[in-house]
């Protein structure tokens, strides 16, 4: 084996340990973030946030207005109160 060859083979084993020490670093923080946030995500997940809900609660209302609007016969799309 030559020099060129025996350098080639050790750099493609040092980058292969690097590849898994990476990943293993990744999965190491990942696993420890996400330990931390499911109380959160569960919070979003469930609804819970109070400046969303009035959001969502606005455009259904004006959604239903302009339903109203439209099944009372009149022509524009304005809103009915």
Do not use: C, N
């Not at 080639?8 to 923080?29: M, Q």
């Not at 996400?34 to 969502?56: F, H, I, L, Y």
Request: aromatic share 4%.
């Amino acid at each position: 084996m030559t020099f060129a060859e025996a350098l080639v083979k050790t750099h493609r084993w040092l980058t292969l340990a690097a590849a898994l020490l990476i990943t293993l670093s990744e999965v190491v923080i990942f696993a420890s973030q996400s330990a931390r946030v499911p109380g959160s995500q569960a919070t979003k997940a469930a609804g819970s946030d109070p400046g969303r809900g009035r959001e969502s609660h606005r455009a259904h209302a004006e959604a239903a207005s302009i339903y109203r609007a439209v099944a009372s016969g009149t022509r524009s799309a304005h809103r009915v109160r």
